[in-house]
């Protein structure tokens, strides 16, 4: 049986050309680039051409590219590095839709002294930015709010969010890890301060990232025993790791528009089709501010994990909620956030596609939702029986 893989914001397939630019630094180019000799110091050219390739796709200078293992990582040296180089202020600002990494990063600073707000959203998953404006004080040290959500594909403004922000003299912090590679940035436009992507997030290799530090922004060594990234980020360089998130990018930036274009044609055939042929069922997010390979559907009355069951026997992969929440049986923190009704969040399903899904994909997964749907509500105790 054939994948069908529409769990793309979990995790992606790694581009072939990407693997290919990765091989030879396995076997034969092994070398580490601090070395002194010719063999490893001839890697430090491939690392300089990877971090070209990320400050290409996302507008900036290559010397503000720090390289890391990946968005946890980022996301982590961003909200701690930012703090421990601004002492006296103590209150920071996020939102409650944010990814894990973020938001558990941030309740943690409540057992350091600092005051945490979480944002609301509303039915949608937007924010109000008058809220964002009244919380900010002088007392503000650092805003944090993701540029895209990785469970409704929701986009905030993050370019007027950033202007709010610095224009008051607080550093910001975006999580853009979904967004990267799927809609356009140019940060040589925007007044974003710290910027977190992941590489198996943009048909790059897993346990690689970049975070991006404009210049001038202060931020302390968050791992620290080495002179690696011009002493900001410690630790032997993932070479290959590296070498293949540059390819992404190179890729990525190639294919932004006409490659998101024909994802998101496919992404809405499939949602327009879900949503009309299966009774009770509902978009989760705003429609029109969103990511454009990703739908986050409720399905009345049945367990999103029993609909992923039955939609695995057919070889189809999605998800509920965020794969990081799986395996907790709490619905979703985005959706409940969003007021998302209990049962609601519950049957809620994610599917997210890439540039490698097709058209018959879609067709396929389309003929067999309904059947599943009206199968698991027959076996559902909370439908009434005709
Ligand atoms: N931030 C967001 C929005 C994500 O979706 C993810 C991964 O799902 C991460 C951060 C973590 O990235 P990584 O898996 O590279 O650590």
Redesign the pocket.
């Given at each position: 049986m054939k994948t069908v893989y529409f769990d793309n914001?979990?995790?992606t397939k790694v581009a072939e050309e990407v693997l290919e630019e990765m091989k030879p630094l396995f076997c034969d180019l092994y070398g580490n680039p601090s070395s002194m000799h010719t063999f490893g110091g001839q890697l430090g050219r491939k690392i300089r051409r990877a971090r070209e390739q990320a400050a290409r796709l996302i507008g900036c200078d290559p010397t503000e590219i720090i390289f890391t293992?990946?968005?946890?990582?980022?996301?982590n040296t961003a909200i701690k590095g930012s703090l421990a180089a601004a002492l006296n202020k103590r209150k920071v600002i996020t939102t409650r839709v944010?990814?894990?990494?973020?938001l558990a990063a941030c309740r943690d600073l409540e057992n350091h002294g600092y005051t945490v707000i979480e944002l609301a959203v509303d039915k949608e998953g937007r924010l109000d930015l008058a809220e964002l404006e009244e919380k900010l004080d002088d007392d503000t040290v650092l805003v944090t709010i993701?540029?895209?959500?990785?469970?409704t594909g929701v986009v905030f403004p993050i370019d007027k969010i950033a202007e709010m922000v610095t224009g008051r003299g607080v550093v910001f912090h975006t999580?853009?890890?979904?967004?990267v590679g799927k809609i356009p940035l140019n940060l040589a436009k925007s007044s974003i301060d710290l910027l977190?992507l992941?590489?198996?997030?943009l048909h790059g290799p897993?346990?690689?990232?970049v975070l991006y530090v404009r210049k001038g922004t202060r931020l302390a060594s968050f791992m620290v025993g080495g002179h690696q990234e011009a002493g900001r980020r410690a630790g032997t360089e993932n070479v290959p790791g590296i070498v293949g998130l540059g390819k992404a990018c190179e890729l990525a930036a190639q294919d932004l528009e006409q490659g998101n274009n024909k994802v998101k044609r496919l992404r809405d055939k499939l949602e327009n089709a879900i949503l009309k042929s299966c009774p009770d069922s509902r978009l989760n997010g705003d429609k029109d501010n969103r990511l454009p390979n990703t739908t986050n559907i409720s399905f009345e009355y049945v367990e999103g994990e029993a609909i992923l069951l039955m939609l695995d026997k057919f070889g189809i992969c999605a998800s509920s909620g965020?794969?990081?929440a799986s395996g907790s049986l709490e619905p979703s923190h985005v959706l409940r956030a969003m007021g998302v009704p209990f049962t609601a969040a519950h049957g809620s399903i994610r599917f997210s596609l890439s540039r490698y899904n097709t058209e018959q994909e879609v067709d396929y997964t389309i003929e067999k939702m309904p059947p599943i749907i009206k199968k698991l509500r027959e076996l559902s105790p909370f439908v009434a029986k005709s």
């Open positions: 914001n979990a995790t293992s990946g968005g946890t990582e980022s996301d944010e990814h894990p990494a973020v993701m540029h895209a959500n990785n469970e999580d853009a890890v979904q967004a977190s992941s590489g198996h997030k897993k346990g690689v990232g965020s794969a990081c």
